[in-house]
């Protein structure tokens, strides 16, 4: 194929991936207290790296839920000056462009306005919310280009996707 300058040169590679989801919104059908609690843990994380840009309050929100799910009720005692690190609750694009300051003067507030809820709750509303992000609850499988001559006359190219335990076969011929 041509580049658009005209040349014989091939463009950019094609990356193809494979989207998964496979989360539950609903955690109360987790019914393990400590598989619950891997589950929160799993999706904070996954929190943490997710990059849905035009949902930015949403991630202040899932920081009160799992500052109530993680400390239980804000104290004005307790809970005064940096009483909680916000790289642990925020993305990192959000503290770049908020910065720490602004993350420690608002996010206590919202903290503080799930007082009485119980943890068990603000645990299973994070996951609710969590999961309502674009980038939250699925996985990414990059599909990798091989050679492969499944019939003695076909030299197509494909792209596949293995997966070791469920053995699932994506071929895409091109």
């Not at 849905?52 to 993680?70: K, N, T, V």
């Not at 070791?164 to 071929?171: I, N, R």
């Amino acid at each position: 194929p041509l580049s658009p300058q005209g040349s014989a040169r091939p463009g950019p590679p094609l990356v193809a991936c494979l989207r998964v989801q496979y989360y539950v919104e609903n955690g109360r059908l987790i019914s393990d207290q400590k598989a619950r609690w891997l589950y929160y843990c799993d999706l904070r994380q996954r929190v943490r790296g997710s990059r849905c840009r035009h949902r930015e309050e949403a991630y202040f929100l899932l920081a009160a839920y799992a500052l109530q799910a993680d400390l239980g009720d804000h104290s004005d005692r307790e809970h005064k000056g940096q009483y909680f690190q916000p790289q642990d609750y925020f993305p990192p694009w959000i503290i770049a462009k908020r910065g720490c300051g602004y993350i420690l003067q608002h996010a206590p507030a919202m903290h503080r306005e799930q007082r009485g809820r119980p943890a068990r709750e603000a645990l299973l509303l994070f996951i609710r919310e969590a999961c309502r992000l674009e980038d939250v609850p699925v996985h990414f499988y990059r599909l990798h280009k091989v050679r492969r001559t499944p019939r003695p006359h076909d030299t197509r190219d494909a792209i596949i996707a293995h997966f070791h335990q469920a053995c699932v076969c994506v071929f895409w011929y091109l």
